[in-house]
């Protein structure tokens, strides 16, 4: 049984870990602000250029286009988007979960983020490519990393692009989603909200024109919104990493505050007996030396 020794060398190390988790928690806070702002503000952007690309589709053939065919899967790249640094509750578990259940004989994967590259060493799947961003990283950054899987698509060495990463919905709330990069297809292109009109029929942009030609504006917009899809899942991954590290951190806090209750109880509960003890002791001499 611990004695109050052990149990103040306890409380005084677990105040220490507190100390240090609310501190990485203020840390996360400050990220995570300018992490979910800049993950949202760019919304109404991919939104509208949706919309372009839409009206786009309406007005040209898109079986033409390379980026737009449809081939039969025998070979899929996925794209993971996790975190450098652990600390971040089941936010790098939930995704790789989702990552186990590829087929790993027909995929091949591109990583940015070391926990994913760690993950894919250690089930032993087929890794391309390993991308190293910053903790905030701009757009022209995270260029190469489309460039490259869309090489991958269009020199016919994959079928199939799809992106593995954590949709940011609140500071609670992230989800591991997959989504389809390549090839795009019609119904990919609007994002389909409750209320909106989605039919095949209506055009977004009508009284547009398109110069030189909706053909050639559609080879230049389709590479461009494959880049920007790529950037907004990396703020969507950035946002939810600091959500989830923030609420961890917070959690971890507060259960050391209780744990230091607890055992602040406890010591206390064991001075007293221990004085009782003594206090009964003493008594129980006087009643004998008086005897």
Known sequence: MANTQDIRRRIKSIRNTAQITKAMQMVAASKMRKAQQLALSGRPYAELMNKVLVSLQRRTDPRLHPLLEIRPLKKELVLIISTDKGLAGALNTNLFRKA????????????????????????????LADFELKDAPSFVETKPISKFCTEKFLNREVDKV??????????????????????????????????????????????????????????????????????????????????????????????????????????????????????????????????
């Open 100 to 127: 186990a259940n590829f087929d790993s004989a027909k995929t091949a994967f591109v990583v940015t983020g070391k926990k994913a590259r760690q993950f894919i060493s250690r089930t032993k799947r087929e890794l």
């Open 162 to 291: 799809s992106v593995l990463h954590t949709h940011f919905i609140n500071t609670i709330n992230q989800r591991p989603v997959v989504q389809t990069l390549l090839p795009i297809s019609s119904f990919d292109l609007p994002q389909k909200h409750e209320g909106t009109d989605t039919s095949q029929s209506a055009d977004p942009m009508i009284g547009y024109v398109f110069e030189p030609n909706a053909e050639t504006v559609l080879d230049v917009m389709l590479p461009y919104y494959l880049q920007y899809q790529v950037f907004q899942m990396i703020l969507d991954a950035r946002a939810s990493e600091h959500s989830a590290r923030m609420v961890a951190m917070k959690n971890a806090t507060d259960n050391a505050n209780q744990f230091i209750k607890d055992l602040t109880l406890e010591y206390n509960k064991m001075r007293q007996a221990g004085i009782t003890t003594e206090l009964l002791e003493i008594a129980t001499a006087q009643m004998a030396l008086g005897g």
